[in-house]
């Protein structure tokens, strides 16, 4: 399911605010993807990258961004 706005969501060690998540990876937020049942979105898109979010572990739902640029110059 593709959100426009931000919900907010947690993990075992922190909980993801849009304003902590903009801190974090220092970009707007635009869109987020969550998958049907999960908690945790899989994509997230901001002004300059789509981020994936990968679990650190299969035992705890820590995580990490992944950032991929969206336009990235190729100049």
Same mark, same amino acid.
């Given at each position: 399911?593709?959100?426009?706005?931000?919900?907010?969501?947690? $993990?075992?060690?922190? $909980? !993801?605010?849009?304003?902590?998540? #903009?801190?974090?990876?220092?970009?707007?937020?635009?869109?987020?993807?969550?998958?049907?049942? #999960?908690?945790? @979105?899989?994509?997230?898109? $901001?002004?300059?990258?789509?981020?994936?979010?990968?679990?650190?572990?299969?035992?705890? $739902?820590?995580? !990490?961004? #992944?950032?991929? @640029?969206?336009? @990235?110059?190729? #100049?």
């Amino acid at each position: 399911m593709m959100l426009c706005e931000w919900e907010t969501f947690s $993990t075992d060690s922190e $909980t !993801y605010t849009l304003d902590t998540f #903009e801190a974090v990876v220092e970009d707007e937020f635009e869109a987020m993807m969550l998958k049907k049942n #999960e908690q945790i @979105p899989s994509y997230i898109w $901001t002004v300059n990258y789509v981020i994936i979010v990968k679990r650190s572990s299969k035992v705890t $739902t820590d995580i !990490y961004f #992944e950032k991929i @640029p969206r336009n @990235p110059d190729c #100049e």
